[in-house]
């Protein structure tokens, strides 16, 4: 079942990708649309024939049929185990990253480059497809695999020496930091510190010593979830005020700086953070930071401008919070549906809060499934907090019609 779930979101992945709405690749297809529903959710299996045409459809070069061919091998009574379901869920990531040859013909008679097939290169688009899975599925699913992934890599890089060994110890740190924040949204804060601890213990033998202080922003993201001001802002500032740290770090914990200086309505304070970080982040690249496996969100175009509009919220001000909130949400990729649900259901409760009724009902009633799907304790709080706050409009007819799809949601997330 495991491995269904990830053949569905790099389904669902790919078609939106392409374009695709799911009733319009239906009729292509000759399928229902509740079935190849069905299917992107995981809830069944996709046969091979219906793989072989999806991956004909939306181009994939052999992807998706990669997943299921590997699926049904590995679907006997002696493989039904808990490591070899890891394993197999390891490998997916690989199926997903290493090219077929079809996609390019024309560069067939291309002298292959070794290093396009080196373990750490591939390892590392192992992680950033892992990171893309991480956006639409149950993080529940996944941390099984990214654990073990961690692992398997940092034993990778015993075996190995000089450069590689580096390249390996620095990509398990980033499975194990990303693992961390797959720990948080499945809502155990206990295993997110650990595998963040980890992370940082791997970065430290590779040779980078800013991975620990990026713990205290993934640290401080913790105690503002637990509505800690002053905790909040004393991590966070402690990493900001780093003058020898990346500027991408510092713009970071600048960021969550100004999140906990919302929390305690510390207006002018907040402000100063979010320039900080406005500026910091804008720096960020400049120095070497790109060829790094990315640290933080990658899914945002510009990270400060939308957490000016969740601290707008937090500082009384939701209807420019909700402005600014609906503009960045425009930019979020098709694909970023954990970072979509998050940021849109703030936009919700911003409108909400401004009393604009209808059109927080509109933007949370497409927003409510995906939440259901990608299951997030994070987001969830923020369901729930919406809930509260449609409640003084329960006779408006927007309202009304929305509980369900409220109540399902946060069913979903129990």
């Known amino acids: 079942m495991a491995m269904a779930l990830v053949f569905g979101a790099e389904l669902r992945r790919l078609r939106q990708e392409r ?6 690749f239906a009729e292509q297809l000759k399928y229902s649309k509740g079935y190849l529903s069905r299917i992107e959710r995981g809830r069944q299996a996709a046969p091979v024939d219906l793989a072989r045409r999806c991956d004909a459809a939306l181009q994939a070069g052999g992807r998706l049929l990669a997943l299921v061919e590997g699926e049904g091998r590995n679907d ?37 480059d070794p290093s396009e097939f080196s373990v750490p290169v591939l390892l590392r688009q192992g992680y950033d497809h892992a990171r893309r899975l991480g956006q639409c599925v149950d993080p529940a699913v996944l941390l099984p ?50 595998h963040t601890a980890e992370a940082v213990s791997l970065a430290e033998e590779a040779g980078d010593p800013h991975l620990a202080s990026y713990a205290l922003v993934r640290r401080a993201l913790v105690t503002f979830y637990d509505n800690d001001a002053a905790r909040t802002i004393d991590l966070a500032a402690a990493a900001a005020g780093d003058r020898k740290l990346p500027p991408r770090i510092r713009g970071l914990a600048a960021q969550r700086e100004a999140q906990g200086h919302a929390l305690a309505g510390d207006h002018l ?72 649900a998050r940021y849109g259901l703030r936009q919700a409760l911003a409108h909400a809060a401004a009393g604009e ?15 259901g ?7 969830t709080a923020d369901v729930r907090r919406l809930d509260r706050e449609l409640r003084r409009f329960r006779t408006n007819r927007a309202v009304r019609e929305l509980q369900p799809a409220l109540l399902g949601a946060l069913a979903d997330n129990c």
Not at 19 to 24: D, I, K, P, T, V
Not at 96 to 103: D, E, F, I
Not at 373 to 379: G, L
């Open 76 to 112: 006997r009574p002696s493989l039904s185990g808990r490591r070899e379901l890891i394993a197999a869920g390891a490998l997916s990531l690989l199926a997903l990253s290493v090219p077929t040859g079809r996609a390019d013909r024309g560069a067939e008679h291309r002298p292959a």
């Open 145 to 194: 695999m990214l654990t073990e992934q961690a692992r398997t890599t940092a034993r990778l890089a015993a075996c190995s020496r000089g450069r590689t060994r580096s390249e390996l110890l620095l990509l398990a740190s980033r499975f194990a930091e990303f693992t961390g924040w797959m720990a948080q949204e499945a809502g155990d804060t206990g295993a997110a510190l650990a």
């Open 269 to 340: 304070r907040c402000l100063r953070s979010l320039e900080q970080a406005h500026g910091l982040l804008s720096a960020a690249g400049g120095d070497g930071e790109e060829a790094s496996p990315v640290i933080g969100t990658s899914n945002l175009a510009n990270p400060a401008a939308m957490v000016s509009g969740w601290c707008l919220y937090d500082l009384g001000h939701p209807r420019e919070a909700a402005e600014l909130l609906a503009r960045e949400c425009e930019r979020i990729p098709a694909h970023a549906l954990r970072t979509r």
């Open 373 to 379: 799907e990608v299951r997030s304790a994070t987001i």
């Open 357 to 371: 009724v209808e059109q927080s009902c509109a933007v949370a009633e497409d927003l409510l499934g995906i939440a």
């Open 19 to 24: 374009g695709f709405s799911l009733a319009g």
